[in-house]
Structures are given as structure tokens and as C-alpha cells.
């Protein structure tokens, strides 16, 4: 019964939102927007977000393995929630998500979601690392400038060179640091 009330509070508050930023819209345009649109677009649209947000769960799953057990579907609705969170609020909204899981999930502890979310970030950010200086090893100067911008193809190797070296130091670490524990718990 308490899930049918949240649910229905919830629904409540997504019909008042879109009230409240849809009720100056003129509804005849768009339904003549909504009737050029081809179906196949949207529909392939709605599919890939999906995919995304069930491959963000299922990475979410993979650093939560080790804490905690959890279970796919709890993470898909969660991080649905979390992403419509910052949707709606902007990035604020990013603590949403690791806050919203221990709620639905009592096997996982706010402070381990909360961990998580911060390993994605890293992980996200080392992601743009690479895909931003892969593009700058492609970068071209404009004519007349070459001189003053070749730092940035050096620029581009660098960093894709670090975020390598990171990724290697993360696998060496994740070899070793088991034999690391048990030798500092002799001495100690």
C-alpha cells in the first residue's frame, strides 16, 4: 500500500512539473512538430537513452560488487530517477541518485553509493581525458599559427600518456595491494 501512495505522489509532482513548464506552450504546434517527426527517430531516441542508463547501472552494479550485493532492475530505476533529478534541478540533482538507492535497496549503505558515485566521476573524467586528447592529436592549427599552437598536439600526447599511466598504476595497484595488506598487518 505505501508503494501505490509514493507512486502516486510521484506522478502527482511529474503531471504539476510538466504543468508548470508546459502551460504557456502552444499546443498546436506542437502536435504539428510532434506529427513531422518521424516515429522510427524517436523511438530509436527513447531506445539508446535506455541502453545508457542500463549500461550507467550496469557499471554502477560492477563497483558496488565488491561492497555490496544489489540487484540490476533497483539500479536501472535508480539511476532513471537520479538522471530525471538532474533533468529537472541541474546538478544538484547528481546526489539524487546514491541518496534514492539505500531507500529502495536496504542492502546497500548511503555511504557506499555515495563512494561509488565518486569512482564514476573519476572514471567519467579519465574517459574525457582520453577522448579529448585523442582529438587533439588530430588537431590542425589554423594557417599562420602553426607556430603558436604546436604545444597542443604535445598537449594531447601528454595527457593521453598520464591517463594510460593511471589506468596501469589502478591495474598494478589492484595486483599487488592484497600481499601489500597482509605484510602491513604482520607489522602491525
Not at 511529474?14 to 504539428?32: E, M, N, S, T, Y
Not at 592549427?141 to 593511471?166: N, Q, S, V, W
Not at 589506468?167 to 605484510?183: D, E, G, H, K, N
Amino acid at each position: 500500500m505505501r508503494k501505490h501512495i509514493k507512486f502516486i505522489l510521484l506522478f502527482l509532482v511529474a503531471v504539476l512539473i510538466i504543468w508548470f513548464f508546459g502551460r504557456d506552450l502552444d499546443l498546436k504546434l506542437v502536435a504539428q512538430s510532434l506529427g513531422k517527426a518521424r516515429a522510427v527517430y524517436i523511438i530509436s531516441a527513447v531506445l539508446i537513452i535506455c541502453l545508457g542508463y542500463l549500461l550507467r547501472a550496469k557499471r554502477w552494479q560492477v563497483l558496488l560488487e565488491p561492497i555490496t550485493e544489489t540487484s540490476l532492475k533497483e539500479l536501472f530505476a535508480t539511476t532513471a530517477v537520479g538522471f530525471t533529478a538532474v533533468f529537472l534541478i541541474g546538478r544538484a540533482g547528481e546526489i539524487v541518485r546514491p541518496m534514492w538507492l539505500p531507500m529502495r535497496d536496504k542492502r546497500v549503505r548511503p555511504s557506499a553509493a555515495l563512494v561509488t558515485l565518486g569512482i564514476e566521476r573519476v572514471f567519467d573524467l579519465a574517459s574525457l581525458i582520453c577522448f579529448f586528447s585523442l582529438n587533439l592529436l588530430w588537431f590542425e592549427a589554423p594557417a599562420g599559427r602553426e607556430g603558436e599552437l604546436a604545444y597542443i598536439k604535445t598537449i594531447g600526447y601528454l595527457m593521453l600518456a598520464g591517463t594510460f599511466l593511471g589506468f596501469v598504476a589502478l591495474y598494478i595497484y589492484q595486483r599487488i595491494s592484497p600481499r601489500v595488506i597482509r605484510s602491513l598487518e604482520k607489522v602491525v
